[in-house]
Each structure stands twice: as structure tokens, then as C-alpha cells.
């Protein structure tokens, strides 16, 4: 048996080629935030998205925190946000002076659109025109919706409660590079296309990767030419060094483009990878009493960048922590779902608005393998694993 090797839960897909690009940073000298990758990575981008422009970061998050800035979320303003998420998704939100406020997810593990309606309708109160939180009587400025494991958020829904409240939306598509849809108002659009600004990340667990780094999308050329303004310590004069604000030194360099502009040429396969594993395992777990892989949102091409898998303790035998347990004792790399960001220690006096599901996929979700260069027979030994480790 070969039980040495660990089949790793997500890792980049590199190829060697990329060292051409690199050495030609070496050979150029330009190895910082100029350089010729940086204009054709942010291009390819656009292009894949179907924009005109993107303007990269360092990364996701420096991403969400200039969207953040550029709609005008500052102190005292209050941002919805989901609970069930990486927690890089909230904490620009504290980095402008503002306060989260959590809503729950749905059973596509993403914000839950019924309650986030619900909450603007009872809990909230229109004053001229602004939305005002009836609890801390605070100002809500936005929505920052994630696209959970690059499943679609229900855009339709969302925009229609933008428009009816006057917020912004900020897409967190950090790990939905690739997602669009498929039917419906935004057919042919791309996931962090549709809300006023959207945000990915190339960190090296996403889809894909520059080793760290983020862009930033929208189709307000405005808010661009504001976030590059902002990313470079908001220099007004280029020569004489003027600062009209207080900005940030946020671009990305050019060797994190080096590798951006070969791994998004890759990106394409990289999907067809994934959607064919997920199918694979979809199979199999489908005859594992107990065991369920959560679907991706109908309509879409969805990336399928984590495959997640529900434990039903009753029927399968033995519960989540346990299945984790015995899968990673076993070579097998998996992990649970992230800790609720509203039970995080700096958020635990921030309002959450009737949490029903997300507590019950943290309890019973795993992650398992799916790296875009895992192979059928990796696929196979977690199956068996999988269907081992029932106790019934
Ligand atoms: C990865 C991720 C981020 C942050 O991206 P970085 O590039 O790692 O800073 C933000 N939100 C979510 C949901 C993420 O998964």
C-alpha cells in the first residue's frame, strides 16, 4: 500500500515555464511594481472577465481593502458581511474604522438573500435616503458578498437589494476566478463582474496563483483609477512627490505578474481538471450511506475550487472531527470549514442576524482533496478512504 506520499487538500499547479518570465524580471532588473507582466497580467485578467481593466494588488485582501476605501467606507459605517468565510474577508472592514454586521448563509454556503432582505426591511430604517442599522443606529455603506468555494452568489437577488437600498455591492470572488453564469439577467458574466467592484486573489491555495496577490475589477473606471491611485501612496505629482491622502504601497510586483500571466493562460484546464475530479467523487459519494458532496448553484460554470463534503453522523457512523481525523492520519490532507467569523475573538460583540445554517455546516463539513494536478487515482484512494471509514 502506498500510504506515504500525502495527497495534499489544495496546491498550486505550477509549470517550469514560468522561469522564463522570471528571468527575464532578473534579467530587466524590474522586479518591483513596474514592469511589462504587470500590464499584461491586469489585460488577461480583464479579458478572461470580460472588462476593460483591472488594476492588481499584493493581494486579495489589500484588494478588499481599497474597494473598501474607494466606495467611502469609513468610521462609524457599518458593512454586511457573511459569518461563513475566510476571515480575510472582514477584517478590511476594521481596517477603515467600520464594523461588520454577519449574516447567515443558505445552503449554498453563501449569504443567505432572504434574510439579508429581511433585515434591511425590519431592521433597518431609511433616512434620507440612507440605510440606517434600527440597533447601533449606525449607517450601512455596503454588502461584501463572498463567493463561497467559487459558487455563485444569487447576483440577481443581490443587485435587486442594491438598487432597492442604495448600497454598494463588493464582490469577494477571491476564490471564484473562473465562475459565471449560465442563465438568467448576467448570463455570460463573471462572478466579481456584476457588483460595483469585485476582488480575486492569487494566494497560493486559489485556482490560480502569483504566489501572493489580488485584483481589483469593476466597470467604474472611476473607482480604478482610484484604487491605483490609493495602491501607490496616493502620489498626486509623480515628480515632486505630492499626497493629497493617506494611500498605500499595495501593487503587485512584477515577479508575482511573471507568474500570473503563465498561470492564467492555464486557467481553463485547470477547471476542466477540477469539474472532472468533483464528478468522479460525486459518483462514488453518492453510494456512501452518510455522506454527501454539496452541489455547485445550477445554471452556472461554476470553478468548482473546493469540493465539500457534509457528514451525517447518524448514518455514516462516526462524525466529522473523527473523519478528519482518521483522513489525515491517513495521508490524507482534509480540513473543516473556517471557524464562524462572528465567533472570532475581535468580533464577538458584533451584531449577527439570526444564524440558523452556518453553524451547522461548520459542524458537519469537510474539505477534501481537490488540487487542480490531482489525478484520477489520487481520487480513487480517497474514495476508498472514504468508504472505509464508515462504521455501520
Ligand atoms: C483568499 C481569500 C481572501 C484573501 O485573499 P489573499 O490574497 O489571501 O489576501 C479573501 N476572502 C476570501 C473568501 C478568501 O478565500
Not at 528571468?23 to 530587466?28: C, L, N, Q, V
Not at 494611500?247 to 498561470?263: C, E, H, L, P, S
Not at 491517513?330 to 480540513?335: E, P, S, V
Amino acid at each position: 500500500m502506498n500510504n506515504s506520499k500525502t495527497i495534499p487538500l489544495s496546491v498550486p499547479n505550477l509549470s517550469i515555464d514560468i522561469l522564463n518570465n522570471v528571468k527575464e524580471t532578473i534579467e530587466t532588473g524590474w522586479v518591483s511594481t513596474g514592469g511589462r507582466f504587470i500590464k499584461e497580467f491586469e489585460d488577461k485578467i480583464a479579458k478572461y472577465v470580460g472588462l476593460e481593466r483591472s488594476i492588481s494588488t499584493q493581494s486579495g485582501t489589500a484588494g478588499l481593502h481599497l474597494a473598501l476605501r474607494v466606495l467611502d467606507v469609513k468610521e462609524g459605517d457599518e458593512v454586511i458581511v457573511p459569518t461563513l468565510t475566510f476571515i480575510a474577508a472582514v477584517n478590511p472592514v476594521r481596517y477603515v474604522g467600520a464594523e461588520p454586521i454577519f449574516m447567515d448563509c443558505d445552503d449554498t454556503l453563501n449569504m443567505d438573500m432572504d434574510k439579508l432582505d429581511k433585515f434591511l426591511k425590519n431592521e433597518c430604517n431609511l433616512v434620507d435616503g440612507k440605510v440606517i442599522n434600527k440597533l447601533t443606529g449606525k449607517q450601512i455603506k455596503a454588502i461584501l458578498a463572498v463567493h463561497v468555494f467559487g459558487n455563485p452568489l444569487n447576483m440577481e437577488k443581490l443587485m435587486k437589494i442594491r438598487e432597492e437600498y442604495k448600497l454598494n455591492v463588493i464582490e469577494d470572488a477571491t476564490e471564484a476566478l473562473g465562475s459565471y453564469y449560465l442563465e438568467g439577467k448576467y448570463k455570460g458574466k463573471h462572478c466579481g463582474t456584476i457588483g460595483d467592484i469585485g476582488v480575486y486573489s492569487f494566494n497560493a491555495n486559489k485556482i490560480i496563483t502569483t504566489g501572493g496577490g489580488g485584483m481589483v475589477v469593476s466597470k467604474n473606471h472611476q473607482l480604478l483609477d482610484k484604487v491605483a491611485f490609493l495602491g501607490v501612496q496616493a502620489k498626486t505629482d509623480p515628480l515632486y512627490f505630492k499626497h493629497d491622502e493617506v494611500g498605500y504601497n499595495y501593487r503587485m510586483t512584477n515577479i508575482q505578474a511573471a507568474f500570473g500571466t503563465d498561470q492564467i493562460d492555464k486557467l481553463e484546464s485547470f477547471i476542466e481538471t477540477k469539474i472532472r475530479n468533483y464528478n468522479f467523487y460525486k459518483e462514488a459519494i453518492e453510494n456512501i450511506e452518510g455522506l454527501s458532496l454539496l452541489p455547485f448553484k445550477q445554471d452556472t460554470r461554476s470553478n468548482h475550487w473546493f469540493y465539500s463534503v457534509i457528514v451525517d453522523k447518524q448514518k455514516y457512523g462516526i462524525d466529522r472531527d473523527e473523519l478528519l481525523k482518521n483522513l489525515n492520519d491517513n495521508h490524507i490532507q482534509t480540513r473543516p470549514l473556517w471557524g464562524l467569523i462572528h465567533t472570532q475573538k475581535p468580533y464577538i460583540n458584533n451584531q449577527i442576524y439570526k444564524l440558523e445554517k452556518a453553524e451547522f455546516y461548520e459542524t458537519n463539513l469537510i474539505n477534501i482533496p481537490c488540487s487542480s494536478n490531482l489525478n484520477e487515482n489520487e481520487v480513487n484512494i480517497v474514495i476508498e478512504k472514504l468508504r472505509d471509514f464508515r462504521r455501520k
